[in-house]
C-alpha cells in the first residue's frame, strides 16, 4: 500500500467524500452493534458471553455481525437477512419467468428485483429478530450453558419492543450499505461484513495467546499468512481470451479492426459462496433448537452441525461453496449473451466461429475455470479446520477461513475501486 496514494485520495475532494461517507457508515454500524436492545440485562449478557465463549450455535452470525447477535443489540441480526433475501431473489430469478425478465431489463429491472430483496429482508428479520427474542427470554436457550436471566421483564410488550428494534436495526444496516454503495466506495454489504469480521480478530488472536500459547499463536499467524498470500495470488489471476473485431465500413468512415479480450477470473464468485454457504448451514441447528425435538434426526443434527467442526459439516460446507460458486457465475456471466453482443459488433475469438461455437468455447472455458475456483474457495475455508483443529484451537478461530477470504477479496476489490478513481484523475495511483 503507498501511502502517498492514500494523501491523494483524500486529497481529491469527491473520493475524499466518499472515503468519509464510507467510514462514516461503518462507524455508525459498529456502534449500533454495542448498544443493547431495550429489555435487553447488559451485565447478564457479557457474563454468559464469558462462560459460553466459542461454544454457540450461532458462531456465523455471530461472527458476520461483528458479535452483536450474542450482545442482543440494536444490530443483532446484522446483515443475514439481506444475504438470506439475496439468496432467496437469486434462487427465484432462475425458476420465476418474471423475476428473470427483470434482470434483462437492465438497471430498471435490478431495481425492481432490488425492492423486492428489501421487502424479503424485512419480513425475515421480523421472523429472525422473533425466534431470538423468544430464545433470549428463556434462561440457558440462547446462550446454552449459562442460566442468566438475559430479559428480565418477559412480558409481552417488551418482547414486540425488541423485535420492533431488531428489525428496524436491520432496515437500517440495510440503507447503510446502499448509502455506502450508492455515495461511497466499494460494496457497502460486502464492506460492512468486512469491518464485523476485523472488528473480532484482535480478540481472537488474543485468545489464543493467552489460552493456547505463543506457538499456537504463532502457527495461526504462520497459516493466515499463507492463506492471504494464496487468496491475493488466485483472486488476481485471470484468464484472457482474445477478441478480434472486423473492420466495418459506416458511412465514410471504417469501424473496428481493433483487438481486446474478454477478463475471465479464475474465481468470478468472489467471497459470495463462502457467505451463502456459511449463512445457510446454520440453519439446521438452530430449526433443531427452535423446535426441541429429541427426535433421532434432531440428535443427528445437532450432533453433526451445532460445532461446526464434524466431518459432515466439513464436507456439507465444501460442497454448498462449489454449489453456490457455479451458480452464481452462471448467473453472472451468460456465454450465449455475450457470444450475441460480440456476432452484433462483428467480433468473433481467433479460431472459433461466430454464434453457437463461440458460446460453446466460452462456457467451456468457464467451467474449467470454476471448477478450479470453486475448489481453491472450497479449500481456503477448509483448510484451517484441520490447520487450527491440530493444535486444538479451532473453536476460538473456528471460521478462519472464511474470514480471510472476506476480509482479502472485499479489501483487494475496494483497494481496486479506490485506485481506478485516482487514475481517472492523473494520479499515480493507491498501489505501485
Not at 457474563?47 to 447477535?69: P, R, W
Amino acid at each position: 500500500m503507498n501511502v502517498a496514494g492514500l494523501f491523494d485520495a483524500f486529497r481529491t475532494p469527491d473520493l475524499r467524500r466518499k472515503l468519509l461517507i464510507t467510514l462514516g457508515m461503518i462507524a455508525l454500524f459498529r456502534l449500533g452493534a454495542v448498544v443493547p436492545t431495550p429489555g435487553v440485562d447488559y451485565t447478564a449478557v457479557q457474563t454468559c458471553i464469558n462462560l459460553v465463549q466459542g461454544n454457540s450455535l450461532y458462531s456465523v452470525i455471530n461472527l458476520f455481525s461483528g458479535g452483536a447477535l450474542l450482545q442482543l443489540s440494536v444490530f443483532a441480526l446484522g446483515i443475514m437477512p439481506y444475504i438470506t433475501a439475496s439468496i432467496i431473489l437469486q434462487l427465484l430469478t432462475v425458476v420465476i419467468p418474471r423475476l428473470e425478465t427483470l434482470k434483462k431489463e437492465g438497471q430498471a429491472g435490478q431495481a425492481k428485483i432490488t425492492q423486492y430483496t428489501r421487502y424479503v429482508t424485512i419480513a425475515l428479520a421480523v421472523l429472525q429478530s422473533t425466534a431470538l427474542v423468544a430464545l433470549a427470554r428463556t434462561p440457558g436457550a440462547l446462550l446454552q450453558g449459562c442460566p442468566e436471566d438475559l430479559v428480565p421483564d418477559d412480558s409481552l410488550a417488551t418482547a414486540f419492543i425488541m423485535v420492533i428494534t431488531m428489525t428496524a436495526g436491520t432496515g437500517l444496516v440495510m440503507w447503510l450499505g446502499e448509502i455506502i454503495t450508492d455515495r461511497g466506495v466499494g460494496n457497502g454489504m460486502s464492506l460492512l461484513i468486512f469491518a464485523s469480521i476485523i472488528s473480532t480478530i484482535p480478540s481472537q488472536f488474543a485468545s489464543i495467546l493467552s489460552t493456547r500459547g505463543s506457538f499456537a499463536f504463532s502457527v495461526t499467524i504462520a497459516v493466515g499468512l499463507v492463506l492471504i498470500a494464496a487468496v491475493v495470488f488466485v483472486e488476481q489471476a485471470q484468464r484472457r481470451i482474445p477478441v478480434q473485431y472486423a473492420k466495418r465500413m459506416i458511412g465514410r468512415r471504417m469501424y473496428g479492426g481493433s483487438s481486446t479480450y474478454i477478463p475471465l477470473k479464475v474465481n468470478m464468485a468472489g467471497v459470495i459462496p463462502v457467505i451463502f454457504a456459511s449463512s445457510i448451514l446454520y440453519l439446521p441447528a438452530l430449526l433443531v433448537q427452535l423446535s426441541g425435538s429429541q427426535a433421532p434426526w434432531a440428535q443427528w443434527i445437532a450432533r453433526n452441525f451445532q460445532t461446526g467442526d464434524s466431518g459432515v459439516y466439513i464436507a456439507t460446507y465444501g460442497l454448498l461453496i462449489i454449489f453456490f460458486a457455479f451458480f452464481y457465475a452462471a448467473i453472472t456471466f451468460d456465454p450465449n449473451e455475450v457470444a450475441d453482443n460480440m456476432k452484433k459488433y462483428g467480433g468473433f475469438i481467433p479460431g472459433i466461429r461466430a454464434g453457437r461455437p463461440t458460446a460453446e468455447y466460452l462456457d467451456y472455458v468457464l467451467t474449467r475455470l470454476m471448477t478450479a475456483g470453486s475448489l481453491y474457495l472450497a479449500a481456503i475455508a477448509i483448510i484451517p479446520f484441520f490447520a487450527f483443529g491440530a493444535f486444538d484451537i479451532g473453536q476460538d478461530f473456528l471460521f478462519g477461513g472464511t474470514s480471510l477470504l472476506i476480509i482479502v477479496g472485499v479489501g483487494l476489490d475496494t483497494v481496486k475501486q479506490i485506485e481506478a478513481q485516482l487514475q481517472q484523475r492523473s494520479y499515480e495511483g493507491f498501489l505501485r
